[in-house]
């Protein structure tokens, strides 16, 4: 139980193109999704909280009208990288937050790793 | 949510018991321990999480001293394949996760 699934698990676009990321709890029902970024050797970092129904809440430092988060449904949250720049590069994981009980831990998706021409 | 200091590397011996700690000196009366690990290019993988008592699931258990201000996790027969980074993350329930370096355990034959 509590599979994320995240697709595509790859992509490369062009310069200025934007690239959606789409996360699915599979066999749970998913509140809160979680968005987060890692570049190379270095840990994951917070981009935005994901609340269904409602706005995301992004951390400091990251722009809303550029990572555009979408949570329509209770297993579906999308992020879009509006265009998207080489400095953009990085890989992506979702999270979701398993609905049994408060304390229930966060489970990942495996990433996309977003490649900028 | 409180800060964890852990090694930044760690080597273990394939088939023996690989102990991992993690200071969190500041952790609150109602924030979990949560331990992750991330094998490269991947999604971090959740092992086990507590908030005061010991416990233990098929992959690992979790030690977390009385005073909670720090915690092991022990995988209790190493193989290659947890060659990963192991993190340890302390947070109240349902809040979001605030991930450090965490420890990069290499396991060797």
């Known amino acids: 139980g ?9 992509v490369i676009c062009k310069s200025g193109t934007s690239v959606k990321i789409e996360c699915r709890s599979l066999d749970f029902q998913a509140t809160t999704m979680f968005w987060y970024r890692q570049f190379p050797k270095q840990s994951l970092m917070l981009m935005a909280t994901s609340n269904e129904g409602s706005k995301a809440t992004y951390e400091q430092g990251v722009e809303k009208d550029k990572f555009l988060i979408n949570h329509a449904s209770l297993t579906l949250s999308t992020l879009t990288v509006t265009s998207a720049h080489p400095e953009d590069s990085s890989f ?26 | ?27 609150s009366g109602n924030e979990y321990v949560y331990w992750y690990r991330q094998i490269h290019s991947q999604g971090p993988q959740y092992i086990i999480h507590g ?8 992959m690992a258990s979790l030690i977390i001293t ?41 396991v060797k034959p």
């Not at chain 1, 509590?2 to 790859?10: E, I, K, M, N």
């Not at chain 2, 290659?80 to 450090?100: E, M």
Request: charged share 20%; net charge neutral.
């Open chain 1, 92 to 117: 992506y994981i979702c999270s979701a937050r398993g609905d049994r009980g408060p304390d229930q831990p966060q489970h990942f998706g495996d990433g996309t790793r977003l490649s900028i021409l």
């Open chain 2, 1 to 27: 949510d409180a800060k964890t200091t852990q090694p930044p590397s760690m080597d273990c011996a394939e088939g023996r018991a690989a102990n991992l700690p993690c200071n969190h000196s500041t952790i």
């Open chain 1, 2 to 10: 509590a599979v994320v699934s995240q697709h595509p698990s790859w």
């Open chain 2, 51 to 58: 908030l005061k008592n010991n416990e233990t699931n098929e």
């Open chain 2, 66 to 106: 009385e005073d909670r201000k720090s915690s092991t996790l022990i995988l209790p027969h190493a193989t290659l394949r947890d060659t990963a980074v192991y993190y340890c993350i302390v947070g109240a329930a349902g809040n979001k996760l605030t991930f450090g370096g965490g420890t990069r355990v290499l």
